[in-house]
Every structure is written in structure tokens, then in C-alpha cells.
């Protein structure tokens, strides 16, 4: 029986096998199958020179980490008299829908979701009848909107006591974002003008 060449090659061993498919960088520049080259040694310096220096530093931040360089010292202290909290109270839901009339839609539909084309079920579905002769206010009044539309706080407070003490909405100080809302409304004021 006459052999091949490709019969008398030996197979490759299996740590040659795995390196070839490892993804590790620089394993399979190592072992690769024959003899000991110049390139393999420089390659097998080369990474266990940083997997040595990688062991290294993690070893190191294990160290650290254990040694617990830092305290947390806390000090607390009773005021005899406080000031009345600064406390935020924020609605995600900017407008009242039930305050939104087809004046209102028509000018600030677009910043609130509604598209011009939904205008009739969105009244239908606050409530409101929308009426085919309808015909819009030539100018519109982004602040006198917000203060007739926005959340106020006598129907978002509903119970307020503070040392044991009730309080209510006097109590506190309304503040609203308009500069941010009036530079949209213009923005789409402009919009609507240029569309009709």
C-alpha cells in the first residue's frame, strides 16, 4: 500500500487546534504547528508580558479596594425652627383637556399631539362640540393658554399639614417654564401663518 503525502503529516495537536480558532490576541501567532521560530518567542513574549501586567493591576485594585481608604462620617443636628420646604410638584400632563377649546386646538394643536385632521374626535373626546363654521382668532395668547389651561395648584393639592399644622395652597408659589412653551407657540404660530 503506497501513502500520501497528506497521510504522513501529522495532525495538529489540540492546544494548536484551539489557539487557531481562540480569539485571545496573540495565542494563535504562538502555537502554530512546527518547530520554535524567532516570531513565535517574540509573540509569546509579548503576551505574557501584558497578561502579566493585566494580573498585576487587577490584583492591585483588589488590594486597594479591600484596604477601605475612605470613611463616610455623618453629622445631624436639630433646628429648633424650620423653613417651609421648597417641594416640586409636577403634572407630565402640561394642559387641562377639559380647558382646550377649538380656539385653543386650532393655535397649539400640533405642540399638544393632535393633528389637524383628529381636531373633531379630540373635542368629541373632551367633551366639546366642533362646529363646521368655526373660524379662528387672528392672534393668540400663549400666556393667557397656559394660565387658563395648566394644572393649578388647588385641585393638584389635595392634603398639606406641615409641623402639625394644616396648609393649603396659599402656602405656596406657582412657577412655570413659559419662556421654553412661548418659543415653541411662536415657532408653530409662524408655521400655521405661512401654511395659510
Sequence with gaps: MVSTPEEEQPSPSDITVFAGGCTLHGVNHIFLPGGITIRRLLW?????????????????RIIFYLEFHHVTTLDEM???????????????NSYRKSQINRNDLF???ALLGVAQADFPDFLQAIGQSDSDNFFPSKSFNMLEFVQKASHNIEEMLLDCKYRGKD????????????????????SQTNQIKEDL
Design 44 to 60: 509569546a513574549c509579548a503576551f505574557l508580558s501584558s497578561l502579566s501586567i493585566f494580573l498585576y493591576q487587577v490584583a492591585d
Design 107 to 109: 393655535w397649539m394643536g
Design 167 to 186: 396648609c393649603g395652597a396659599e402656602n405656596f408659589t406657582t412657577e412655570t417654564c413659559l419662556d421654553t412653551v412661548l418659543f415653541l407657540a411662536l
Design 78 to 92: 436639630d433646628s429648633p425652627s424650620m423653613y417651609f420646604p421648597a417641594i416640586t410638584l409636577c403634572n407630565f
